[in-house]
């Protein structure tokens, strides 16, 4: 009977969160090298897929396991005050508008996915840090992962007679999925190998081999235009510097980089090998874009269908008719579905985030830090949190951010001790955050299953032609018969 009561305990708390990690992080790597001769809808839904799957995983092992739930409550309750009930204010008012949403099912699938994300990420909050150098050496092989993908691609279009520009990578892949991938990678790397450089440099010249996971991340970005996730990616590693004590040397370390990054870009990219190969210099080398990407007409569409209490899930996709995109921003879309007042706590919880690594003087805290606030900066002009790999990477590096800064210390999976030192709850809000986490279980199976199980059995749509595609959750087809329509839109 012993061994039954410790056996649950051990594979709940001590080895499904080391799994869980284990298997976004492998997945990532698999799934992120994309091999050009899959349709495009195969290569979102695989992806897709496979975040369902790790997300009802959890869903089931949370509803099977007290110990389990226990760990996402001791959690939860280990971060401050205002942060709790900010979340639990944000999580309270999108369950409202989730409960009268337009499109009732369609929003319990969406609603219950992102509380799910928010469950993962409390279960990987108690191994990230103990695991941290082992994520950064599979953050490693997932930049291979994605490089290896776009050198493929480019080697393949340069030998045909193409010439590989941001548009035309679009016939196997969406780019800025492989950016959304990118923003989560490129400073936690660079920050790793300027420690490398630090400890080495003047002993062993081999430690510029750490910068080349950084060097090949920029090159990705000058190879794909990626003007979003350059700006938000370099906004986050100029607030590191500034916040460091040696910005000079910083600044010209950074610009080596880049230009390095540059340089492999025009020898493997484009232009020389198709100067080589082809006898031509492409055209619009150096060119910089100064168009807004249709981003303007996008978010005065949605700004339309904002409402103070939140109209649920779904509710821009089924009612942009004008422009087929999610609202490539993250504040406007909880606005659309969740309401004024979770959209105001999810922007405090971002200056919150600012606030402490500006005031805090800890480096890896900060770098911890800046890489989630660059990430949900580049939320406010991109899907990167609606993609499914950039998810998973996102859930690592805030529970990461939440680890590090915990106002107490962390529990371990063998001393309960911890546990209760910390106080997380009432004896009475422990038996409700325990109901809580079981009807969450519940509903995700139920509707994410059922959401998945559509799909799959209308064999991902393939069988009809779209005008458009609304690739909120899945790549198109994700408002099949939404009815009705916001009346505000729809008199338009």
């Given amino acids: 009977m012993k061994t039954s009561a410790v056996s649950p305990s051990y594979i709940n708390i001590g080895y499904y969160p080391q799994f869980l990690l284990s298997l976004i992080l492998g997945g990532s790597i698999l799934l992120s090298f994309t091999p050009y001769w899959l349709d495009p809808t195969t290569l979102f839904d695989s992806k897709r897929f496979f975040i369902v799957f790790y997300l009802l995983l959890s869903a089931l092992m949370t509803l099977c396991s007290s110990s389990l739930r226990e760990d996402i409550i001791h959690s939860l309750s280990n971060q401050s005050r205002l942060s709790k009930w900010l979340l639990l204010l944000a999580v309270t008012c999108a369950l409202f508008a989730n409960l009268t949403s337009l499109y009732w099912v369609k929003s319990q699938a969406v609603f219950s996915y992102g509380l799910m994300l928010i469950t993962v990420t409390t279960l990987l909050r108690n191994v990230v840090i103990q695991n941290r150098d082992v994520i950064l050496r599979l953050y490693i092989w997932l930049t291979c ?27 196997f892949v969406n780019p800025r999925n492989i950016n959304h991938i990118q923003v989560w990678l490129i400073l936690p790397l660079l920050y790793w190998a300027y420690l490398h450089k630090e400890k080495q440099y003047r002993k062993q010249p081999s430690s510029w081999i750490y910068a080349i996971p950084a ?37 010209k370390w950074l610009g080596t980089l880049l230009a390095l990054g540059l340089l ?72 659309i579905e969740w309401g004024i007042v979770a959209t105001l706590c999810y922007i405090s919880l971002l200056l919150l985030t600012f606030y402490r690594v500006c005031t805090c003087a800890n480096e890896k805290l900060q770098v911890l830090g800046i890489t989630v606030l660059s990430g949900f900066a580049y939320s406010l002009i991109s899907g990167v949190l609606n993609t499914p790999i950039s998810q998973g990477l996102a859930v690592i590096s805030v529970a990461s951010f939440w680890a590090m800064s915990a106002p107490t210390p962390l529990a371990t999976s063998s001393t309960a001790t911890n546990q209760q030192a910390a106080q997380p709850f009432s004896k009475r809000l422990t038996i409700i955050s325990h109901g809580a986490l079981i009807l969450l279980s519940i509903w995700a199976i139920v509707f994410i299953g059922y959401k998945t199980y559509q ?32 009346k505000s839109i729809s008199s338009k």
């Fill in 145 to 171: 992962s994605i490089f290896m993908s776009v050198l493929l691609f480019h080697g393949i279009a340069t030998w045909q007679g193409d010439t590989p520009n941001y548009r035309y990578i679009f016939s």
């Fill in 215 to 251: 060097v090949m991340h920029f090159s990705l970005l000058f190879a794909l235009d990626a003007r979003g996730a350059f700006i938000a990616s370099l906004g986050g590693i100029v607030l590191w510097i500034i916040l460091s004590p040696n910005k000079i040397e910083h600044l």
């Fill in 264 to 335: 492999i870009k025009w020898l493997l990219f484009t232009p020389l090998p198709q100067f080589f190969m082809q006898g031509v210099w492409p055209e619009g080398q150096g060119d910089i874009r100064l168009s807004d990407s249709n981003r303007l007409a996008l978010w005065s569409n949605a700004s339309a269908m904002i409402s103070f209490w939140g109209h649920g899930g779904d509710t821009f996709v089924c009612n942009n008719d004008v422009i087929a995109h999610t609202t490539h921003n993250s504040v406007l879309n909880i606005a």
């Fill in 455 to 486: 799909r799959i059995d209308n064999n991902q749509y393939r069988h009809l032609n779209v005008e458009y595609y609304m690739p909120q959750f899945w790549i198109e087809h994700n408002c099949m018969d939404a009815e009705p329509k916001l």
